[in-house]
């Protein structure tokens, strides 16, 4: 479980570490996955903290709320991480379609710091997200913190793997940002306390990778092979 929600951090600090010098892609795929693991261990350490965060801190009466609707530290954080969350894959969307490369198309590039202070927001809602889940799966704090770290493992192994794969093909980075425009409306709508299945999203998410994956192949055989060689170049 913590491997297929970790998925959505991979992909977003791939996608986030392409505005780097090409050098330092490991090394900010490194930091945030290590921030990542960091953040759900402290947070798997103060269980109690995060069940308190379900409490309302104040209500809110607007029209399309029911009555006395109450707003928690819970709904804040899931909230300005959807809002994060979409408004960054709507930029990269944006970049894209205007033709410009990694680094704005002007050769400039942002700083690790930038990189880095990006990650650690995302980490923060992913991180929240995915421990929320593993309370209501396990009681025992050891084997959460056990199955964090086993998952992080396998995450750092492939993770050059996963980002160098959505680097190579222009539709499935297209793809991935919007799953992640996906998953941000699910915080959204998950911070107005509308719960949506997340089987039935990760079900869309594989469905809609394994369709791509068989267009890539129907490209790969009606391409020419020299079109084919330089499409990647």
């Known amino acids: 479980m913590e491997i297929v ?3 959505d951090n991979i992909i977003f600090i ?7 010098p090409r050098e330092q892609h490991k090394r900010g ?23 308190s965060l379900k409490e309302p801190l104040f209500t809110l009466n607007l029209p399309f709320l029911e009555p006395n609707f109450g707003i928690s530290g819970r709904d804040i954080i899931l909230l300005l991480g959807g ?13 894209k379609l205007q033709g410009e490369e990694d680094g704005g198309g002007t050769g400039k590039y942002d700083s690790l710091l930038r990189v880095i202070v990006q990650i650690i927001i995302i980490d923060i809602v992913f991180s929240f997200d995915s421990i929320l889940t593993a309370v ?11 199955a964090v770290i086993l998952a992080m493992g396998v995450m750092l192994a492939f993770s050059g793997y996963i980002a160098d794969f959505v680097n190579k093909n222009p539709t499935i980075k297209m793809l991935a ?3 992640l ?26 469905f809609s990778l394994l369709v791509e ?21």
């Open 5 to 7: 929600l970790g998925i």
């Open 14 to 20: 791939s996608i986030v570490v392409n505005r780097l």
């Open 29 to 51: 795929r490194t930091i945030g996955l290590m921030l990542a693991l960091l953040f759900r261990i402290g947070l798997l350490l103060s269980i109690s903290w995060i069940v």
């Open 83 to 95: 809002l994060f969350l979409l408004g960054k894959s709507t930029t990269e969307i944006h970049t």
């Open 136 to 146: 209501g799966l396990v009681d025992n704090v050891l084997v959460m913190i056990l």
């Open 177 to 179: 940002l919007s799953f």
């Open 181 to 206: 425009i996906m998953i941000g409306i699910m915080l959204v709508m998950e911070a107005f306390h509308k719960e949506i299945p997340k089987g039935y999203v990760y079900f869309a998410m594989f």
């Open 213 to 233: 994956t068989l267009n890539m192949r129907l490209r790969k055989k009606t391409t020419p092979v020299h079109l084919r060689d330089s499409q990647f170049d």
